[in-house]
């Protein structure tokens, strides 16, 4: 029987200007460009079988950190007829503040998390300033408390969530960074998350300044290569780009929500 394929959508919730190429780029040169960063939650549907990957942050955090929250990322998934309350699946690429805040907005939900990303949230390393500085504390005690209630859902490395939906541990920026290949109408797409900020973080292998292992990080980009059935099949998880190559559901939702299984425009 063939596989059924899912849909793909971005909801951009929020958004960073003004940076310099050393905030976009380990050893930049300062005279490069900088690319803006868009902040996305990612929704995976097929018939009446929803996934949300990841909760985004909210108005204490952007005010906190400088960024302009546009829309709560919760409130959102309205725009797609699905209800925060009732969501039942959700998939963590990682911890830090901008993908795992609102863990509180989500009373049903179970969440999919790699054993080394609790771990490494939890242990020795956030002993040091600039390895917890992109995560937030209440952030991480929401996460501890799911665990303790029995709603975290651990995979170690590769793992099937559902047909045509598996999950891949690439480390990198996080220490257990995940990354999602997805089966849709176009072929297998590769949600990457902060495996790669921008497209020009894989297509040319520069590295994003957070990181905690640079070799996992380049190594990641080989893998979302192999996954990914092109690379326009690979999609980023900041780039302002993203909001432009590919089309709106529907005209109201323009600049806010896309069609990742919809293929790119070349524009």
Request: one cysteine or more.
């Amino acid at each position: 029987m063939p596989m059924l394929p899912f849909e793909i959508y971005a909801i951009r919730y929020a958004h960073l200007g003004h940076r310099h190429a050393g905030e976009n780029f380990l050893l930049a040169d300062p005279h490069e460009y900088a690319s803006d960063l868009d902040y996305f939650v990612w929704v995976l549907r097929r018939g009446e079988e929803v996934y949300l990957v990841d909760t985004g942050f909210a108005e204490e955090a952007a005010q906190r950190r400088g960024r302009e929250l546009l829309r709560s990322p919760a409130d959102s998934l309205g725009l797609l007829e699905i209800d925060a309350r009732q969501v039942t699946e959700i998939i963590l690429t990682h911890l830090h503040y901008d993908h795992a805040g609102n863990l509180d907005q989500f009373p049903r939900a179970r969440f999919h998390i790699q054993d080394r990303e609790m771990a490494y949230a939890t242990g020795r390393h956030m002993g040091h300033g600039p390895l917890r500085a992109p995560f937030d504390l209440p952030d991480i005690l929401h996460m501890v408390r799911h665990v303790f209630a029995g709603r975290a859902e651990f995979h170690d490395g590769d793992a099937e969530i559902a047909p045509g939906l598996t999950v891949h541990r690439v480390g990198g920026h996080s220490a257990g960074l995940q990354v999602l290949r997805v089966w849709t109408g176009r072929g297998w797409v590769v949600v990457a998350s902060d495996a790669s900020h921008l497209y020009a973080h894989f297509q040319a292998s520069r590295v994003f300044p957070v990181v905690y292992n640079v070799g996992e990080m380049l190594e990641g980009y080989r893998l979302l290569y192999r996954l990914a059935d092109s690379p326009d099949h690979i999609v980023p998880g900041h780039d302002p780009l993203v909001m432009k190559h590919y089309p709106a559901p529907r005209p109201d939702l323009e600049g806010i929500v896309v069609r990742l299984d919809c293929a790119p425009s070349k524009g």
